[in-house]
Nanobody, 119 residues
Framework: QVQLVESGGGLVQPGGSLRLSCVASGTMFRVNTMGWYRQAPGKQRELVATISSRGSTNYADSVKGRFTISRDNAKNTVNLQMDSLKPEDTFVYYC?????????????WGQGTQVTVSS
């Protein structure tokens, strides 16, 4: 069982910045991808950014050049630096962790943290 705890969400004005952090704890074996998705009420969860265990990154087009994902494998943490925030970045942001357990793929999610961009 893996627990993911997010922090860093909140209210920020357009053009501002926030830094989200996610700490993973519990039983982990072969951790692969960590990252962030986001979701609006009644909508599907969408990719924000992911980072592999080797540091390869993938970003949604809507956040490229504004958001930066980073990871500390030793501390089992993943961070998302969000700059130049826009009102359309208002979502609940969820941390994810993918791993392989005895050859079986497993994905765990955090509880989510609200990000609101508004003046």
């Amino acid at each position: 069982q893996v627990q993911l705890v997010e922090s860093g969400g909140g209210l920020v004005q357009p053009g501002g910045s926030l830094r989200l952090s996610c700490v993973a704890s519990g039983t982990m074996f072969r951790v692969n991808t960590m990252g962030w998705y986001r979701q609006a009420p009644g909508k599907q969860r969408e990719l924000v950014a992911t980072i592999s265990s080797r540091g390869s990154t993938n970003y949604a087009d809507s956040v490229k050049g504004r958001f930066t994902i980073s990871r500390d494998n030793a501390k089992n943490t993943v961070n998302l630096q969000m700059d130049s925030l826009k009102p359309e970045d208002t979502f609940v942001y969820y941390c994810l962790l993918d791993q392989w357990i005895a050859g079986v793929f497993s994905r765990d999610w955090g509880q989510g943290t609200q990000v609101t961009v508004s003046s």
